[in-house]
């Protein structure tokens, strides 16, 4: 049976990788082909010729006025992924039609509906405001995993991680050190991870971005909608500083770390990571900064991931897990995902359902 859970919205695309030329990306197992047609909307459509299936990513297949003609025998498209010609023959059949996928672009994302196209319900897809907010400012980029999503989602709502994976960035002793809270609204389908430190070490992601030194008050507020977006609200102040009773926070430097964890296959991942930041709008330099050392964080884990999927692929059937307190949100978003995938129609209705 499929782990993958569809009639679901996933992150296909950051809006800027697609112009008026073709991109392919797979999600849940399909190849899919997007544009921006001249109007500037984004379109996706099946990468697979109806004729004999060339992938209509590879040259020579070209984007005339809007029509996609495959590079093999010419069969030709328009962008809702109807064909509109076939060589040697004025009648076109019928069927021939590529399938089309919901797109809506939103948070400097392109999400795509993989499932049934009439059951896409864009309200449904949950938000990121913060990577195109103005007074915020952004890096971001995309890491491909060879490793099941699932093992992605696992090491996300467990940050104790940090600690010992990523030491010297963004770990120190106090995040293993902290027991969290869990929360699960499953009405909504969000599972809420909290890690409160009130007084800890500075790590250098934050050190070198903020000025801050020495000892700090960091807050980790994690909120993950299944299965694709994950939020991390990260909050860094100095020791003893608290929000005042009107929600500004003038004293802390906030950073909201943003996953979108999408399935490429049953086995490995799209991982794409964002940071938005509200303070130091224009610097060039903590931008590169958080940029490079994001980049490596991720990239650690990547490294850590592929290992574990190479291990979970290949151990004996019912090999066994051992899980404590740090894994009860990850605990609670496999239960989730699993419900999404296994009985749809018991899956929470913000998410979506089968
Ligand atoms: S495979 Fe595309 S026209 Fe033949
Ligand atoms: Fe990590």
Avoid: K
Avoid at 144 to 169: C, F, K
Avoid at 243 to 249: R, V, Y
């Amino acid at each position: 049976m499929s782990t993958l859970a569809r009639n679901q919205w996933y992150v296909a695309a950051y809006g800027r990788e697609i112009g008026q030329e073709l991109f392919s990306r797979t999600v849940c197992g399909e190849s899919i082909l997007f544009w921006r047609t001249r109007p500037g909307e984004v379109t996706a459509v099946s990468d697979r010729c109806v004729h004999r299936r060339f992938p209509l990513s590879q040259a020579p297949t070209r984007l005339v006025d809007d029509q996609v003609v495959c590079g093999y025998h010419g069969f030709t498209y328009g962008s809702d992924g109807r064909c509109v010609a076939v060589p040697g023959q004025a009648r076109v059949p019928r069927t021939a039609r590529l399938s089309s996928y919901p797109v809506v672009e939103q948070d400097s994302f392109v999400w795509v509906w993989i499932g049934e196209p009439e059951r896409a319900d864009a309200t449904r897809i949950p938000r990121a405001p913060w990577l195109d907010r103005a007074g915020w400012t952004t890096v971001s980029g995309m890491e491909p995993l060879a490793a099941r999503y699932g093992l992605l989602v696992d090491n996300l709502l467990d940050l104790s991680h940090e600690t010992y994976l990523h030491g010297g960035y963004i770990g120190t002793p106090e995040v293993a050190g902290t027991p969290i809270t869990t929360e699960v609204d499953e009405d909504a389908g969000v599972v809420y991870v909290s890690r409160h430190m009130d007084d800890a070490d500075c790590p250098p992601f934050y050190a070198r971005s903020t000025g801050l030194s020495g000892r700090i008050s960091r807050w980790q507020d994690i909120e993950y909608t299944p299965p694709c977006l994950y939020l991390l609200h990260s909050r860094i102040a100095p020791v003893g500083s608290v929000p005042h009773p009107d929600g500004s926070d003038p004293d802390a430097f906030h950073v909201e770390v943003v996953y979108a964890i999408t399935p490429e296959t049953e086995h490995s991942t799209h991982d794409f990571w964002a940071v938005a930041r509200d303070f130091a709008p224009a610097d060039q330099e903590v931008s590169d900064f958080l940029a490079e050392q994001n980049r490596t964080v991720v990239l650690q884990d990547v490294a850590a991931l592929d290992v574990l999927e190479r291990v979970v692929a290949t151990d004996p059937p019912g090999s066994q897990e051992l899980s404590i307190n740090i894994d009860t949100g990850g605990l609670a978003a496999r239960r989730m995902l699993a419900r999404l995938t296994e009985s749809p129609e018991a899956a929470p209705a913000a998410v979506g359902s089968c």
